[in-house]
């Protein structure tokens, strides 16, 4: 049994300068500063680790790996630029792609009028047919109509500025 008395810590290395209980000593104390006897009968529950910095862990590398990510697919379209070639002969086709409008041959029209003028004036899905953006067209506006075309089966385009 470990008696328990009120003294005060001697001088060394530390100072503890403090009254609490200590245990007395297993052996007189020689030299400066306090020995104290580790009493290993208290059975306390061990502490589990916390979760929290893991789960912390786990949520930033979810939000890396999501910022990371690549959400969209790669889309490669065919397009041809206009130099010089062949001449070209037939009616004109010209596409001119603006950001609320599309016009063929300079006559304002929609995506469904576009493709049945369009019909009337190729022989062939293989005709050429010239796209050119307006200045502040979004390309993204251009590429909705080169992929209205290609699904009409228009195949060459042609992008001239």
Not at 16 to 24: D, Q
Not at 79 to 99: C, I, M
């Amino acid at each position: 049994m470990v008696r328990k008395r009120r003294r005060k810590c001697s001088g060394g290395y530390g100072r503890c300068g403090h009254t609490y209980l200590h245990p007395l000593p297993a052996r007189p104390v020689t030299g400066a500063g306090c020995r104290v006897v580790f009493n290993f009968s208290d059975h306390r529950t061990p502490r589990r680790p916390s979760l929290t910095p893991m789960i912390d862990v786990v949520f930033l590398l979810l939000v890396f790996f999501m910022l990371a990510a690549r959400f969209g697919t790669d889309m490669a379209m065919p397009l041809k630029l206009a130099g010089s070639g062949t001449g070209y002969d037939g009616p004109p086709r010209l596409v001119d792609v603006q950001a609320e409008d599309v016009k063929l041959n300079g006559v304002v029209m929609g995506e469904a009028s576009l493709l049945a003028q369009l019909q009337e004036l190729t022989e062939a899905p293989t005709d050429t047919i010239i796209l050119r953006p307006g200045k502040d067209t979004p390309l993204q506006r251009v590429v909705d109509v080169m992929q209205v075309l290609n699904g009409e089966g228009y195949s060459s385009l042609v992008m001239v500025e």
